[in-house]
C-alpha cells in the first residue's frame, strides 16, 4: 500500500510557478495512476489533473496548458508544475491514488501580490 506525502506549497506572486511534490513510500509510482485535488475553504474539493498509469494526463479546463503533472519514477515521486499562477489557484492541493486512498494533509497553495 502506498503512502504519499504532498510538499511544494507556499505563496507565490500572480504569473509566478511552482512545483508540488507528492513523495511516496512502501510502493513504487510506476505503473499507477495519480491525482491531484484541490480544495478552497467552503467549497468541495475539485479535480485538478490526473495521470494514468501510463503516460496519458488529464486537466481541468482552467489549469490546461498551465499545469502539468507528472512522475518520477527514481524519485518515487509524482508532482504537480504549476505556472502562471493566478489568484483563483489558491487553495489547499493533495495528491492521492487512483482508485483515491486515504487524503493526506495536503499543501497550501497561496497566490497574491
Known amino acids: 500500500q502506498v503512502q504519499l506525502v504532498e510538499s511544494g506549497g507556499g505563496l507565490v506572486q500572480p504569473g509566478g510557478s511552482l512545483r508540488l511534490s507528492c513523495a511516496a513510500s512502501?510502493?513504487?509510482?510506476?505503473?499507477?495512476?495519480f491525482v491531484w485535488y484541490r480544495q478552497i475553504p467552503g467549497r468541495e474539493r475539485e479535480l485538478v489533473a490526473s495521470?494514468?498509469?501510463?503516460?496519458?494526463?488529464y486537466y481541468r479546463d482552467s489549469v490546461e496548458g498551465r499545469f502539468t503533472i507528472f512522475r518520477d519514477i527514481a524519485k518515487n515521486t509524482v508532482y504537480l508544475q504549476m505556472n502562471s499562477l493566478i489568484p483563483e489557484d489558491t487553495a489547499v492541493y493533495y495528491c492521492?491514488?487512483?482508485?483515491?486512498?486515504?487524503w493526506g494533509q495536503g499543501t497550501q497553495v497561496t497566490v497574491s501580490s
Open positions: 495521470l494514468t498509469s501510463g503516460t496519458d494526463s
Open positions: 492521492n491514488i487512483f482508485p483515491l486512498g486515504a
Open positions: 512502501g510502493s513504487s509510482v510506476r505503473g499507477k495512476a
